[in-house]
């Protein structure tokens, strides 16, 4: 399967997954009858192409050949960094989701993954733009 074929296929069924993501919460903001069970599916559902995303992204991601053109380079490095958050925002994820399955469960430990997930999505928000504007800002050197 060529690289354009995998992410073709990858954006089909990460447009599927939000779909299921989007349904979950519909029944949950309308205390529809089963809501916990769609929103448990949900949380599956982005755990799981979280993970597709970290398995997929070296892969179909065009920073592979820039890291490999940049390598050895200060904006390689900062490239580097920016690859670095986007795992850490997917790492995040997983912990998040896996937290509100916990808490739909009533399972101890909810509330400090549901904590350490959203404090590092509020860690890769505050220093994702800053190791991009670094890379950019080494690419016009």
Known sequence: MSKKQSLS???????IGLSVVAIGLGFAALHWVGAHLVIMEATSTAIFLALLWIYALPKVSPLTEKMAELKGTK?????????????????SVVVFGIGILFKVLH????EFM???GCVSLA???IFAPFFYTRYLDALEK
């Not at 296929?9 to 447009?15: A, E, M, P």
């Not at 904006?75 to 790492?91: E, F």
């Not at 399972?107 to 909810?110: H, K, L, P, S």
């Open 114 to 116: 549901i904590m350490f």
């Open 75 to 91: 904006a390689g490095s900062w490239l580097r960094m920016v690859r670095l958050v986007s795992y850490i925002v997917l790492a």
């Open 123 to 125: 860690f890769c928000g």
């Open 9 to 15: 296929l990858l954006s089909i069924v990460t447009g």
């Open 107 to 110: 399972y101890v430990g909810a």
